[in-house]
């Protein structure tokens, strides 16, 4: 069975950076590296926003309110997806989600809380 789970979110200051980590388990790093890797964001009351992906042959996508401050990666070998969250705002305070799919099968994580506040 696919488990995701997340770490690094927490309290910064605006300007600040953090990094999440989304290590999967129950499957080989092969497997895992054919899966699509993407990080979303839920605010309460609000659809969940696609925050950033990244496709098996490298392609990355961020949504316009992330670009240039936020960069997705992944090692292979550890099983783990990164959001690496630069000069962050008190907007992207919310509940961040790792994502991976491929056909036929996708997994989500538990969700990590970030909360940007001075």
């Known amino acids: 069975q696919v488990q995701l789970v997340e770490s690094g979110g927490g309290l910064v200051q605006p300007g600040g950076s953090l990094r999440l980590s989304c290590t999967a388990s129950g499957i080989s790093g092969i497997i895992f590296s054919i899966y699509v890797m993407s990080w979303y964001r839920q605010a309460p009351g609000k659809q969940r926003e696609l925050v950033a992906r990244?496709?098996?042959?490298?392609?990355?996508t961020y949504a316009d309110s992330v670009k240039g401050r936020f960069t997705i990666s992944r090692d292979n070998v550890e099983n783990t997806g990164y959001l690496q969250m630069n000069r962050l705002k008190p907007e992207d305070t919310t509940v961040y989600y790792c994502?991976?799919?491929?056909?036929?099968?996708?997994?989500w994580g538990q969700g990590t809380q970030v909360t940007v506040s001075s």
């Open positions: 994502n991976i799919e491929k056909f036929r099968s996708e997994h």
């Open positions: 990244l496709t098996t042959s490298g392609t990355t």
